[in-house]
């Protein structure tokens, strides 16, 4: 079974300061599998999720799988990527585990049927 990232929402401190022009809606729940190319997160239209915040960088985290596990990249952001609340720049990541980028939006690592 293939892994993916669950939208799991915005914490209350989250900025949600948006883009002019920028329609960007996530749900509670959305899920995105990972592709073999890997998965791009950041607030521009090029990247594969987005999260149109001012605190999330233009390409913020790439999320791929390899070797059987997933593993999450920080691309040099200033407001960061944790996981289960730890700062990380490269980590393995447990499926269960909760990603967080920019300090107020978190996602879950699920496997899909």
């Not at 293939?2 to 949600?16: E, I, N, T, V």
């Not at 070797?67 to 691309?75: H, I, P, Q, S, T």
């Not at 980590?91 to 996602?107: N, S, Y």
């Amino acid at each position: 079974m293939p892994f993916a990232l669950r939208y799991l929402g915005h914490r209350p401190d989250a900025s949600l300061s948006y883009f002019t022009g920028a329609s960007v809606t996530l749900t509670v729940g959305d899920t995105f599998v990972i592709p073999a190319s890997g998965l791009t997160l950041g607030r521009t239209a090029g990247c594969d999720v987005r999260v149109a915040s001012s605190q999330v960088a233009r390409r913020h985290l790439v999320v791929s799988e390899r070797e059987g596990a997933v593993w999450v990249e920080d691309l040099g952001t200033p407001n960061g990527t944790l996981v289960e609340g730890r700062r990380v720049t490269t980590a393995r990541v447990d499926e269960g585990a909760v990603v967080t980028i920019a300090g107020g939006f978190d996602w879950r690592v699920v496997r899909v049927p």
